[in-house]
C-alpha cells in the first residue's frame, strides 16, 4: 500500500501541500485497504470468501460540501473451497482424495462517485454520502480439481482444469463514509459501499435476469486522503 501511495504522489508533483479544508478547486490523493464482501445473488454469495482489498484516489474539491473521486480498487474473492466440497456431498465421499485449487475471482473497479458532505470543512470529523458508477473488470483464475477413486482393487486419478474467463461490466455503487482529521493536510476515512454490478445475462430462454441475481458486493475501506494544489 506504502508503494502505491509513493505512485499516486510522483503523479501529482509538482505540488505544494495545502489544509486538508475542501477549499474549491483544490484535490487530494488517498490510498485505502480493507474488506470486500460478496453479499448476492445466493450462489456468489455462498461460493466466495470476504477478501482483503485495496485502492487509490484522487478527489477534486468542487466546493466545500461537494467533491468528485475517481478511484481504482482490487478486491481478490477466494473460492470457498470448505463449502464446495461439502456440497459435492456423494462425489467427496467416493473421492479418497479430493482437491481444489484456484477458482478465485479478482474484481478491479474504475469509479466515479459524487461525494456530499453534511459536516463544514473545519469540523474534525463528518459524515458524507457517496453515490457514482463504475467499469468492473472481473477475472476468474483457472480453477483445478483433482481426485483419486477406487475400482475393483485399483486406485485411479483424475485431473481437470476449467479455464478462468474474463468479464468487464458497469455497474452503480454508494454508500457513506466518514472523516476525520489528522493534521493541517491529512485527513483519515472509512467508507462502506455497496456495489451492483449490471452482469451479463447467462440465461438460454432468451429472458432477462432478475435483479436479484446481479453480482453484488459490500466494501468497508479505510484509508487516508492527503491535501494537496499545484
Keep these: 500500500m506504502r508503494k502505491l501511495l509513493v505512485a499516486l504522489l510522483l503523479i501529482s508533483v509538482p505540488v505544494m501541500l495545502i489544509s486538508a479544508d475542501r477549499a474549491p478547486g483544490s484535490y487530494s490523493i488517498g490510498a485505502f485497504g480493507g474488506l470486500g464482501m460478496p453479499m448476492g445473488p445466493k450462489d456468489f454469495k455462498d461460493s466466495f470468501k470476504k477478501a482483503i482489498g485495496f485502492g ?3 478527489k477534486y474539491n468542487m466546493n466545500e460540501t461537494t467533491s468528485l473521486a475517481v478511484s481504482f480498487s482490487y478486491v481478490p474473492l477466494k473460492l470457498d473451497v470448505d463449502k464446495l466440497t461439502g456440497d459435492l456431498g456423494t462425489m467427496k465421499a467416493a473421492a479418497a482424495d479430493l482437491k481444489i485449487t484456484g477458482g478465485n475471482l479478482n474484481v478491479s473497479p474504475i469509479s466515479v462517485n459524487l461525494i456530499k458532505y453534511f459536516s463544514p470543512p473545519e469540523a474534525s470529523a463528518g459524515i458524507y454520502a457517496t453515490l457514482g458508477g463504475a467499469y468492473y473488470m472481473m477475472k476468474f483464475t483457472d480453477m483445478k480439481i483433482s481426485s483419486t477413486y477406487s475400482f475393483g482393487g485399483q486406485t485411479q486419478t483424475f485431473e481437470e482444469t476449467a479455464k478462468g474467463e474474463s468479464e468487464n461490466d458497469f455497474g452503480l455503487n454508494g454508500g457513506l463514509g466518514v472523516e476525520f482529521k489528522a493534521g493541517e493536510t491529512v485527513n483519515i476515512f472509512v467508507e462502506g459501499k455497496y456495489h451492483y454490478i449490471f452482469t451479463k445475462n447467462d ?28
Design 56 to 58: 487509490g484516489e484522487f
Design 203 to 230: 440465461a438460454t430462454d432468451g429472458e432477462s435476469n432478475k435483479a436479484g441475481d446481479k453480482m453484488q458486493y459490500l466494501s468497508v475501506f479505510g484509508g487516508i486522503r492527503l491535501g494537496l494544489s499545484r
